[in-house]
């Protein structure tokens, strides 16, 4: 996948509409009872950032962004302001937000992921676009400051030496979603003063593991 390390412009962002998106087939049977089955084993996010748009500015601002990712060919960072970091969003971020493994030994590297629901019942989303500067690491609750490095490009996380077996890893950080514009084409319309609209710009979240 051909990928810009580039982020939509937040003030553009923090206005859009959007969310996860799952697909489930239900069939319902003559009895009344269903049969349902999930399409995905993981949900997809899909946006609109047309209602982010406040001024002519900001519809060129989004324009130049959409041309120079070529349409829907590159796929860039979006920051979702309802969900972009470990914790809830009234929190700070901790090392200990959320949960990456167990150690054994042997393992040195751990993917950054995050816990929606519980631990019996939940949904582990993995988080390939942590933001540089923000990711915090502890090993059985003691943060490590050195010893360990992250990949902003797949959120993989490595030790210089494996941690103990047994030992429990947790980190903390923001992250963006890698999307790509939904469409090839940008619709403006001009109002009399000539300030322009656009009705609909539509992100789909892309997978890259």
């Known amino acids: 996948m051909v990928f810009h390390d580039v982020r939509l412009p ?3 962002s923090r206005g859009a509409r959007g969310g996860p998106r799952r697909r489930t087939q239900v069939v319902q049977l003559y009895s009344g009872f269903e049969e349902r089955n999930a399409s995905w084993a993981n949900s997809r996010r899909e946006y609109d950032v047309a209602f982010g ?9 989004v324009t130049a962004f959409f041309e120079a990712r070529n349409g829907r060919l ?17 929190k700070a971020i901790t090392p200990l937000d959320q949960q990456l493994g167990v150690g054994d030994g042997t393992k040195t590297d751990f993917q950054l ?16 676009k942590p933001i540089a500067g923000s990711i915090s690491i502890a090993v059985n609750e003691t943060e490590q400051t ?3 490095t992250a990949d902003h490009s797949t959120g993989l996380i490595s030790f210089d030496s494996a941690p103990a077996d047994g030992a429990t890893i947790t980190a903390g950080f923001e ?20 300030l322009g609209s656009i009705t609909s710009i539509p992100l789909i979240e892309v997978r890259d593991t």
């Open 10 to 12: 937040e003030k553009i």
């Open 53 to 61: 748009i406040r001024s002519s500015d900001q519809l060129q601002e």
């Open 74 to 90: 590159y796929a860039f960072r979006f920051k979702d302001w309802a969900d972009y970091k470990s914790t809830l969003p009234s």
């Open 113 to 128: 992921r995050k816990l929606y629901g519980t631990e019996g019942l939940g949904y582990w989303r993995t988080i390939t």
């Open 146 to 148: 050195s010893s360990w």
């Open 175 to 194: 992250f963006d979603v890698p999307c790509r514009f939904d469409t090839d084409s940008i619709d403006v319309t001009l109002d009399l003063e000539r």
